[in-house]
C-alpha cells in the first residue's frame, strides 16, 4: 500500500491553533488518515486552483494540495465553513 507524506503550512498550524479544543483531536485524525487515502469519501477537488481539494470536518475545511509524482499531501488552510473560501 503507498503512503502519503503529510507536510503542513505554517499558516494552517497557527489556524489550528485558534480552534476550539474539542474539534482539533477529529480534524488531526482525519488529516492522519490522508496518509493512507488523499481522496477520502466525501472529499471535492477545488474549481479554483488545480491539484487542489477540501475535506469537511463539521463545520470546518481543510484546503490541501495533493502531489501523486512525491507523495505528498500539502495541508494549506483549516478554516470554518464561513471563512474556508476567502483569500484562496
Known amino acids: 500500500m503507498v503512503s502519503f507524506k503529510v507536510l503542513w503550512k505554517h499558516s494552517a ?5 485558534n480552534i476550539d479544543r474539542k474539534h482539533i483531536s477529529r480534524i488531526i485524525k482525519t ?13 471535492r477537488k477545488l ?8 475535506i469537511r470536518i463539521g463545520n470546518y475545511r481543510v484546503i490541501y494540495m495533493v ?12 478554516r470554518h465553513r464561513k471563512e474556508a473560501y476567502r483569500k484562496f
Open 13 to 17: 498550524e497557527q489556524e489550528l491553533r
Open 67 to 78: 502531489d501523486i509524482e512525491s507523495k505528498e499531501v500539502i495541508i494549506f488552510y483549516i
Open 31 to 43: 488529516i492522519e488518515g490522508l496518509t493512507v487515502n488523499p481522496f477520502p469519501p466525501g472529499y
Open 47 to 54: 474549481q479554483t486552483a488545480e491539484k487542489f481539494y477540501r
